[in-house]
């Protein structure tokens, strides 16, 4: 599920540069059960035939609705990922590209088609990417991923989910929240710098469903301030050819 939110928070980047309200109104105590287990229980509940985990490739594309109180945008989103490092996401509207934002391996990129820019990135925009590219890694667990983790168990609405946060230095936290009964992932929370400024953000996996026998979020929700982004998956597959070229500009 590391693949979701990498895509949310790539796609959202491109958009919002707003706050939004967090969530916090739950009960909080100790888990049951270690990160080890629960790690192998997401697996089991996302890639039950190990696929995903052993793929060298994959390509989603998925629509994406902004909606705001003045406005009602629609996009078309293709994430392409390939073994070892490298990964691009091209957002499209009226069927042609809008933006992309490519990592090789070594360098990232981002395109502005209108303006026919390219911005090779550098710094804590580099190192970003080199950390999304480790979220889309399809054998990476969050034991890997960040430097130190907490897990505990809440209760919000009736229903029990585990608490994931994930820390790393000179990175905010992640907060992930996994349905106790499905074992997959049902939101998560960070801060994320947009427009210039740290932002609360939060992402909801509304949705879940079977594609090339791996369960994804086919539909997830991002809402910030008054403005709605809505993804709905349209094509999902495993071990796509893709050349190296494909990741630079």
Known sequence: MKRIFSALLLTALTFFGAGCAVFDDYEEYPSDISMEALEKQIQKSSDPD?????????IQRQTLAVKGFFFDDEYLVEVKYKRPDMFKTTTLKDNRPFSTLMFNGQKAWLINHAKKQTTELTGDSLTRMRNMCILLMPDSTYSQIFDSIKLSQIRRDGVEYYKVVGSSQGREPISIYVNK???LPKWLE?????????VNYMATMDSYAFYDQ???????TVQVNNVRQISKVILYRLNVE???NEFRP
Do not use: H, P, W
Not at 190 to 198: A, D, H, I, N
């Open 181 to 183: 009964f499905t074992m």
């Open 190 to 198: 960070t801060r994320e710098e947009m427009g210039g400024r740290k």
């Open 214 to 220: 791996v369960m994804i979020a086919n539909q997830s």
């Open 50 to 58: 190990g696929v995903y985990k052993t793929a060298r490739s994959y």
């Open 242 to 244: 893709l050349n190296d």
